[in-house]
């Protein structure tokens, strides 16, 4: 009787085990009745390059560093469109922050005057649509090139058409054969001016970063940028930078709509990557002050911000983040 | 002693219910790949580039998605009825996996967040119709460059160009009102809840809503970079291509489309799709895919297919193609298409972003 019973557990065990194991795994015939194989994996040939990043909660914010993140990822090599953007990219893989800017701005270029191609005409320049465009201001030729403005300045109205004439035959002969490079490409490149170059590129990459918001294609690079921003700047206020300690400060203290109308704000999009903190951005924006820059604007921005916090925070709260050191 | 004996029967018991357990489970594994490989070796000597097949309906469900099957879905109210007025019930209907309920919810979230925007694309039509009227000189046509040319929309009824577009906008003014109308009273947090909507509807089972989750992630979460948008991007980026497979089991013609731009090489032209070349670059699975679209997408769309099916054709052998075309045609005696969503005609008529995003993916 004893027997039976220990039989009837171990036949009990073994057809639950096979039976959770079965669950666990597709069935052969909902495999049969997909559409192909599964040998490879195919969805992950554009993110497998993709690290995914910690999130930056404040108890993470606080132990996180740089260090700890891995660079973007950039897409092998392939020949592009043009041999010198090739070369650049070589030397700014190899750390040249100015390779990494001028690739940019090249590509900036040449992407801005996709619309302003010639497409059959044969006639003299500047095309309509060009002129136009420069006349008006047209976003994407604001910052193409410096000549631009020179020329739209010339009074006379021949000279000016000459000038701009000679401006877009210029940019087209740069852009022949122009074929824009996946978003990965782009971000890389920025992340490594900023990270190896100027105070100037540090700051275009957190202000304008470069990627296209918004557009699915550019998700993985968002997803980045979103959590590596945040950390970027945070280093450099722990290391006395005042912009540093006003951005954060600010970005703490508003999303992304609030920091877009704010025009002594120019970190919209860090605004957004973090959670709104009173906290934190009392804490930042009585750092600045207390570093301060001399600016008045901004200054006074801060003021107006911890008066407005001040009322979401205790005494004892204001009294610490006072005198709080990163 | 009788209680020892007893506990040591009782741990022997538990001991060999484990063990066959174990036993149990390791036969389930070993075999269950085995009877995977098999099933589709044939396929697998001539398609280059296989492809994963979608999950079991399971392994993603919603907390309530298994539901959905078996609890019949409440009628909904009707369209236009203020959505303050059933909100909060078919926010409850959705959480318990009713599909149909999640999707119009999320529609009408969609649609609410629009509303501003509606009311801006109605000045920016006057706002042309305007220069249009005001550059009907000889200068202004020649600058206008050569006529577009005219879709069904646009006969030749007589009409100013001008006109036509006072008209249009006086359609969209009418849809802008009425969206104003019907989303009085609805709030910010309320919005914010589009995207867990159309996640709950995709998941429990509504085609449309899976390619349209799949398809649109920013539009259903809108608060950009924030820390919640990252866990929900990153979350969409392990779900969305199963999604589409998902639509396209279900019999969505869209998706055959979409799946088709998905294996295709990213081009750096305009009008890329943001999924292109989002699943690698696979011609066979392209032209496979393509060449379902062409049969259940409609006549409108067959010559772009045929050509896109060109395009891959030139990347594959004669052998590829014909294996393509007879999973094509598996496919099809296999899977039940629904019609296509009709053309972009009236597209102005509907106010869903789901339709909108579906004739989207249905293009290439």
């Known amino acids: ?326 | 002693m009788a209680n020892a004996n007893t506990l040591r029967d009782s741990v022997l018991l538990v001991a060999l219910f484990a063990g066959g357990a174990a036993a149990g489970a390791w036969l389930g594994r070993s075999e269950a790949p085995a009877a995977a490989a098999a099933a589709p070796a044939s396929a697998a000597q001539t398609a280059p580039a296989p492809e994963p097949a979608p999950p079991r309906e399971t392994s993603t469900a919603a907390p309530a998605a298994g539901k959905a099957a078996n609890t019949p879905a409440a009628a909904l109210p009707p369209r236009d009825l203020p959505v303050a007025d059933y909100f909060d019930q078919l926010a409850a209907q959705a959480l318990q996996g009713d599909a149909a309920a999640a999707r119009r919810l999320a529609d009408d979230m969609a649609e609410c967040a629009n509303s501003e925007r509606q009311f801006d694309a109605v000045e920016d039509i006057l706002d042309r119709a305007g220069r249009g009227a005001r550059g009907a000189g000889p200068d202004a046509a020649q600058e206008r460059g050569p006529r577009p040319r005219r879709g069904r929309e646009g006969s030749d009824d007589g009409l100013g160009e001008a006109e036509r577009r006072l008209q249009f906008a006086e359609r969209f003014l009418q849809r802008a009102q009425e969206t104003e109308r019907r989303c009085a009273g609805i709030n910010a947090a309320q919005i914010a809840r589009s995207g867990e909507f159309i996640r709950a509807a995709a998941l429990a089972g509504d085609n449309a809503a899976r390619l349209c989750y799949a398809l649109a992630p920013n539009e259903w979460q809108r608060d950009l970079l924030s820390p919640e948008w990252q866990d929900w991007s990153q979350r969409w980026k392990s779900e969305a291509p199963d999604m589409v497979r998902r639509a396209f089991e279900g019999g969505l013609p869209e998706a055959a489309a979409t799946l088709s731009a998905m294996y295709s090489p990213w081009q750096p032209a305009r009008g890329t799709r943001p999924w292109t070349g989002q699943l690698g670059d696979q011609p066979y699975w392209a032209y496979a895919y393509a060449a379902v679209a062409r049969q259940t997408l409609g006549a409108e769309a067959a010559p772009r297919l045929a050509e896109v099916m060109q395009q891959h054709a030139q990347r594959l052998t004669p052998a590829q193609v014909a294996q393509a075309d007879a999973w094509a045609a598996a496919a099809r005696a296999r899977i039940r298409f629904e019609a296509p969503l009709p053309g972009t005609r009236d597209f102005w008529r509907s106010s869903s972003l789901c339709d909108g995003v579906r004739r989207a993916g249905g293009r290439l």
């Open chain 1, 1 to 326: 009787m004893r027997a039976r019973w220990l039989l009837a557990a171990a036949l009990l065990g073994l057809a639950c085990g096979y039976g959770y194991a079965r669950l666990q795994r597709p069935a052969a015939a909902d495999i049969a009745a997909a559409p192909a194989p599964a040998a490879t994996q195919p969805d992950k040939v554009e993110t497998s390059t993709t690290v995914r990043l910690p999130r930056l909660g404040e108890a993470a914010a606080q132990t996180l560093s740089l260090r700890n993140l891995p660079h973007p990822p950039l897409p092998p090599a392939r020949p592009s469109w043009s041999s010198a953007q090739d070369a650049l990219r070589q030397r700014a893989e190899a750390g040249d922050a100015a390779a990494a800017r001028e690739w940019l701005e090249r590509d900036g270029r040449c992407y801005s005057m996709l619309q302003f191609g010639l497409n059959g005409y044969s006639g003299d320049l500047p095309t309509r649509e060009f002129s136009r465009a420069a006349s008006r201001g047209h976003p994407r030729l604001r910052t193409v090139d410096p000549q631009l403005q020179q020329a739209l300045a010339i009074g006379d109205e021949a000279q000016r058409r000459q000038a701009l004439g000679a401006l877009q035959q210029r940019l087209l002969d740069e852009c022949r054969g122009y074929a824009p490079q996946g978003p990965g490409v782009r971000y890389a490149l920025g992340e490594i001016a900023a990270r190896n170059g100027s105070d100037k590129d540090f700051w275009q990459f957190i202000n304008d970063p470069p990627l296209a918001f918004g557009y699915s294609r550019d998700l993985d690079q968002m997803i980045d940028w979103a959590r590596r921003a945040p950390l970027m700047v945070r280093e450099r206020a722990r290391g006395g930078d005042a912009d540093a300690a006003y951005a954060l400060g600010m970005a703490y203290a508003q999303g992304l709509e609030e920091g877009r109308a704010d025009e002594a704000n120019s970190s919209h999009y860090l605004s957004a990557a973090v959670s709104d903190d009173p906290l934190q951005a009392y804490r930042w924006l009585s750092l600045y002050l207390r570093n301060g820059d001399g600016d008045a604007a901004r200054s006074a921005a801060a003021r107006a911000q911890l008066e407005r916090l001040g009322g979401q925070l205790s005494a004892e709260q204001r009294a610490q983040a006072q005198g709080w050191q990163p």
